[in-house]
């Protein structure tokens, strides 16, 4: 942590200028801070910049997403050292652990530091003097959370009890100590809960969306940790945890915003290729850099670079191809458009769900100008299946009422009274549903399945060996207490 904020001494005026009036979010350079946060835009420019940040490759542009996650879930494979290493799940790699997973916690961490300094700047203002306070605090504390949540999920186990991460809510050098899991939990909530609060009578975002009438800030909320983005949150957390009361609490609240709803199976194909969805994004981060590590990474074909779905058209025989996961519980005549996200050509399979395929064949020129060109992160369909499977044992009609809505948008036919759901069909779907956004991983996890490993053609029983990620050692050096 103290390397971590040795870097942060040289903070980054992070401020936004735009070449088409939109989030165009650049770092501009040092500015003295006085001056940073003397201003409403100035806390706007931080925050724009925030966002920026994390669209890095090591965090959601990429390795927080899909870029570690779906190979250790197996779902996508990379043949390069560190696909293959990761796949085996040798986190005594150094391409594994002095790498990406070095990047993805010093990152993720900078990206906390920025949110609290803003934040401690924040709270020397009058709440009269900006307009907007509760939203830049809103932000700022949902922004914090999410990004302690996620390293919390990747680096921690699941019992409460044991050591978690650091939960670091100022800025400044001091080493921060580990909280228990646990701990982390209540920190996670209790940001998330404060940032609900301050939103929850002023939040401007509608369906279908306006971004005429509003301060500027206040425009393009999907590209914000918007209210229904924050109960989102709290959904999951809450489900991760095994909360499933207040699990279902907050994915209806979503779902009876009215503000998400589903696509169709004409959308399907394409509602978040690159793009957030004017339907189901509910938050997701404005980037135009992300299309090019789309197009190396998931689009391009090339060896020991690409990421692909196992698939057997080459001949072998995976023990769980992304085939099979899509005909789990389907019937033989039923159409799951999903499945047109997946092309199949020279003997190799490409997932092009997160991927702006339009552009990239349209001479990348913008083939969506209308869309807001970005990585969606939280879609309403994920909201749909948690409230299904936390209302499972207390509300079966409206679980299934939620679990029915939820495939028919994909083309799949509803349950039959004749048949039963349960937490296996819902775990399936789910499976289907956010495949190659990362999220598959932490369901496995939470759950402590067995892992269906398509790179050993084995299954590899549930350990916190495997589901808990080293923290880098570079975190101890300055801990002489501790040991990772």
């Not at 990004?147 to 409460?160: G, K, N, Q, V, Y």
């Not at 998400?260 to 399907?268: A, C, G, I, M, R």
């Not at 083939?367 to 948690?386: D, Q, V, W």
Request: proline share 4%; with cysteine; charged share 25%.
């Amino acid at each position: 942590m103290k390397k971590i904020y040795l870097t942060l001494l040289s903070v980054l005026a992070l401020t936004a200028s735009s070449c088409d009036d939109f989030l165009d979010v650049r770092p501009k350079g040092e500015q003295v801070e006085n001056d940073q946060f003397e201003t409403a835009k100035g806390f706007e420019d931080a925050i724009y910049g925030v966002y920026g940040y994390m669209t890095e490759s090591a965090l959601y542009g990429m390795d927080m997403v899909w870029g570690v996650a779906e190979i250790l879930s197996q779902d996508l494979k990379c043949t390069d050292t560190f696909g293959t290493d990761l796949g085996k799940y040798d986190y005594k790699s150094n391409a594994v652990t002095r790498g990406r997973f070095l990047a993805m916690w010093t990152k993720g961490y900078q990206a906390i530091g920025y949110a609290n300094n803003a934040l401690k700047n924040l709270d020397k203002k009058s709440p009269d003097a900006f307009p907007l306070y509760d939203f830049y605090k809103a932000e700022l504390l949902g922004i914090r959370a999410m990004i302690h949540f996620d390293l919390l999920r990747f680096f921690a186990p699941t019992d409460p009890a044991k050591q978690g991460i650091p939960y670091v809510k100022t800025f400044n050098f001091s080493v921060k100590p580990f909280s228990t899991v646990g701990e982390c939990y209540d920190f996670i909530i209790a940001d998330l809960t404060e940032a609900e609060s301050l939103l929850k009578e002023k939040e401007v975002m509608v369906y279908p969306r306006d971004n005429e009438n509003y301060d500027r800030f206040l425009n393009w909320r999907e590209t914000h940790l918007n209210l229904y983005a924050v109960q989102a949150l709290l959904a999951r957390v809450y489900w991760y945890m095994g909360d499933y009361s207040k699990a279902a609490e907050y994915a209806e609240a979503v779902i009876g915003s009215g503000r998400f709803p589903l696509v169709d199976v004409t959308e399907v194909q394409n509602y978040v290729a690159g793009v957030l969805s004017p339907k189901e994004t509910i938050f997701g981060l404005y980037s135009t850099k992300y299309l090019s590590t789309a197009t190396d990474y998931l689009y391009s074909y090339e060896t020991n670079k690409s990421y692909n779905p196992f698939d057997d058209i080459s001949g072998t025989n995976y023990l769980q191809s992304w085939s099979a996961v899509y005909s789990a519980d389907t019937e033989s005549t039923s159409q799951d458009y999903r499945k047109n996200q997946f092309r199949q050509g020279n003997g190799v399979a490409y997932c092009l769900k997160m991927v702006d395929y339009l552009t990239i064949e349209n001479s990348n020129v913008q083939a969506r100008p209308n869309l807001i060109t970005g990585i969606s992160l939280i879609h309403s369909a994920e909201m749909y299946l948690i409230a299904a499977d936390a209302l499972l044992e207390s509300n079966y009609s409206k679980a299934l009422k939620y679990f029915n809505d939820e495939i028919s948008s994909r083309g799949l036919t509803p349950l039959p009274d004749t048949e039963t759901l349960t937490a296996e069909r819902i775990y399936n779907e789910f499976h289907k549903e956010l495949f190659c956004e990362g999220q598959q991983w932490f369901n496995m996890k939470r759950l402590g399945r067995d892992i269906i490993s398509n790179v050993e053609s084995r299954v590899i029983p549930a350990s916190d060996n495997i589901y808990v990620l080293p923290i880098p050692d570079e975190e101890f050096e300055y801990r002489p207490d501790y040991k990772n």
